[in-house]
């Protein structure tokens, strides 16, 4: 349904239409729709549609969304959505609610249900635990494949995921998976234990979600069972959960390379002065550091007023040793985010860095003297510091870039952080004292 | 199982003991135990694992592996995997293996088969043709629950996913889906028809796989179908497949944010001459760009003779400039790749931009003044000029850094171009001549 119709049905007051058509929509296009509108307009047809449409519309709400609507129900309406909302997604909206009415949500949960909140608002940020569901399907070995179908029938109506069952003995400790599949597949007459595997891939509630996407990826499950430090099952996180998971972690490594302090703001919703903190620190760390390169200047500053023309390929050379030491940091980051880069692999990383670098550097080297000597008419012993120096600075720069981010990794610090600007500044001042160096040598100042 | 016992096991010839442990571990697990070993314990191995276990085994084996055990199996035992192979992983498994292997694997294929598989080499790369598959459960609108549980208990074995069944008509049209999940808790005797979704989200085989992945984010779906240009349906996405989509398309966001040609070969397996080629034209672009900057230096040689002090800035301001542009540009495309920024959020965005930029710039100025005044013991003037000149750097690269990867949106370019690099070089060129405008200005030079 585009705007236009929507306006047009809300205009006529043809609700009835209106109705039937957002119940055929799916629930994020539905909620997409009503973010779009006024708050009263929205609520007005909020209450139009089906409790259970409702309810899933509510999720996917933004969080202003949900507390101003949390706002408007009535009390009968708000405890219909406390009941019906998913168990993960209750959490994640109280997480990101103001208090007044996280007290008007508790209200309407039963008991056993707000101290299950409580215990979920104490697992760490980023945790297994902080992202996991208790919706799932819990089975007993000595059930029949019958048995388990029907009880998947009568209480797998609100359940996330059924498509994964798990196994429990009495002390609720994992004992084995089936699939939905398997179930449909098999005889109905055999027992769970037959058909469950029993080599079952799981996650304590403290693991970190990085590592549970990681598992996710290797391989490609739709659900994965968290259990605690008991080995007890605690819940279930499905694969749709994990998705958003990866876009998080990926979007910190993007602010982390370009020097900005992680958050999970979204861009369009963050204060400018939320925005601005995340920036300035690393800014100001770098704008430092870069005295350096100052003191390296000033220290050759009688070369520098001999022969000015030397400042003009300052710019040219810092930015190629910048920008080659982050296309080798680059890679390297990624490669270990990815898994494919491990820290066994560093000689081979640094020996194949090292041999790009020649290659590099070469190329870039022939033309530069090329375009510096014939075009720009530079003398020949000016363009050949020019020249050797940048071939240098390409070599020091991808072997920094690559170095740097696998010592992070082996410091157990955040390798995202050894990305270009850190090693822009660090490559700077080697490549000034190269080029001096050379330069007070070949011109025997 | 480690590689301790694993080597125990084969040296003491417990073949019977490590067929066990390895049936019961997880298919991508044993992949990774035989991708260790030389080919020919390997095979040995690979050939004691059941019919069912073995293919998924080959399913996840590396390149190299794959075409290693095509070359050592018998006809009958390639035969079997041939056969038992998802559809999708043999068409990418084709896709990877020199000509006379695939001849060899062709040989096994049904002709139906064959000619399924060249139409979907046919499919663009990174479309949606390229990486669905054909194997889904299809039901028809009459139907009653309980034919439609047996047709998948007769058909479905083989199916890559069971969990969301499609419901087309004689000419193959997609008329509705049915989740597994509904078939089961629904009676028996109801139709398809009955309980069937007919509100479907489909994508079209030649759309691109990063339309995809977002479609999958968006409404986190197990899978999609795709229908060809008449509607009608031709294969599913499965979301495990879009896990690797959503990694792959991030690495080229990253390769090009670093300046460097997208590749999707892993680091570790490229070749060095490979790795150097995606790496030497964008540093050429810059590097010769950079031609520009020498440019101005030169233009106000006689500044820079007569206060060379002003030289031992410009790494400072030039690093901060970049820095800081980078810091807006990575913020940008991000959202734009995540979907949270649009086009039409431009003018919001710039506004933002500024105001941090603002913020951020008084910020690094303040510090910056205080530390080349006070500490370096650098004159009153030049440290004002150096410091304006640092502020409008800084509101001067965070505009330039949000406009331009919107420009590029704008355009149908990959907004990942215009990231640090490329800003980088802008911005070095814009703040020179605001340091050098200022610096004659205000010393009279």
């Known amino acids: 349904m585009d705007e236009r119709r929507l306006k047009y049905l809300i205009q006529e007051k043809k609700y009835v239409t209106l109705k039937k058509e957002l119940e055929e929509m799916n629930e994020v296009d539905v909620a997409e729709i009503l973010e779009d509108l006024d708050i009263h307009t929205a609520l007005l047809i909020f209450r139009m549609l089906s409790k259970d449409l409702a309810v899933d519309v509510f999720a996917h709400f933004s969080v202003e969304q949900q507390r101003d609507i949390i706002g408007l129900v009535t009390d009968k309406e708000l405890k219909h959505i406390v009941e019906e909302l998913f168990f993960d997604d209750m959490v994640d909206i109280i997480e990101e609610m103001p208090a007044n009415v996280v007290k008007k949500i508790l209200l309407h949960a039963k008991e056993e249900e707000r101290n299950l909140i409580n215990e979920f608002l104490r697992y760490p940020i980023d945790s297994a635990g902080s992202i996991m569901t208790i919706e799932y399907v819990d089975l007993k070995k000595a059930m029949t494949v019958k048995e388990a179908l029907e009880h998947i029938k009568k209480t797998g109506l609100n359940k996330e995921t059924v498509y994964t069952c798990y196994v429990t003995d009495k002390n609720r400790k994992l004992e084995g998976i089936v699939s939905l599949r398997k179930l449909v597949i098999s005889d109905e007459e055999k027992t769970i234990e037959d058909i469950m595997d029993r080599d079952v891939i799981y996650v304590h509630t403290h693991d970190d979600q990085e590592t549970v996407a990681s598992i996710f990826k290797r391989y490609g499950f739709l659900a994965l069972p968290v259990v605690d430090k008991e080995d007890r099952l605690t819940g279930i996180i499905t694969v749709d959960d994990i998705m958003d998971v990866i876009d998080q972690e990926t979007t910190e490594d993007f602010q982390r390379m370009a020097a900005m302090s992680p958050t999970e703001e979204k861009y369009l919703d963050a204060s400018i002065f939320s925005l601005a903190k995340h920036r300035i620190i690393w800014l100001l760390v770098l704008m430092i550091s870069a005295t350096l390169t100052g003191g390296i200047i000033m220290k050759y500053e009688k070369v520098l007023e001999t022969v000015v023309v030397l400042t003009a390929f300052i710019p040219m050379l810092m930015d190629t040793g910048?920008?080659?030491?982050?296309?080798?940091?680059?890679?390297?980051?990624?490669g270990i985010a990815l898994g494919e880069v491990e820290l066994k692999d560093a000689g081979k990383v640094i020996w194949k860095e090292?041999?790009?670098?020649?290659?590099?550097?070469?190329?870039?080297?022939?033309?530069?003297?090329?375009?510096?000597?014939?075009?720009?008419?530079?003398?020949?012993?000016?363009?050949?510091?020019?020249?050797?120096?940048?071939?240098?600075?390409?070599v020091i720069s991808k072997v920094v870039g690559c170095i740097l981010p696998m010592i992070a990794k082996k410091l157990n610090i955040d390798p995202a952080i050894m990305a270009g600007p850190l090693i822009t500044t660090i490559v700077d001042a080697l490549s000034l004292v190269v080029y001096f160096s050379i330069a007070s040598w070949l011109l025997n100042i």
């Open 354 to 394: 090292f041999r790009i670098a020649i290659i590099v550097g070469l190329a870039l080297a022939v033309v530069n003297f090329f375009r510096i000597y014939f075009f720009d008419g530079v003398g020949v012993l000016i363009s050949f510091t020019v020249t050797f120096t940048l071939f240098v600075t390409v």
């Open 322 to 334: 910048g920008n080659s030491g982050s296309q080798s940091s680059t890679l390297i980051i990624r």
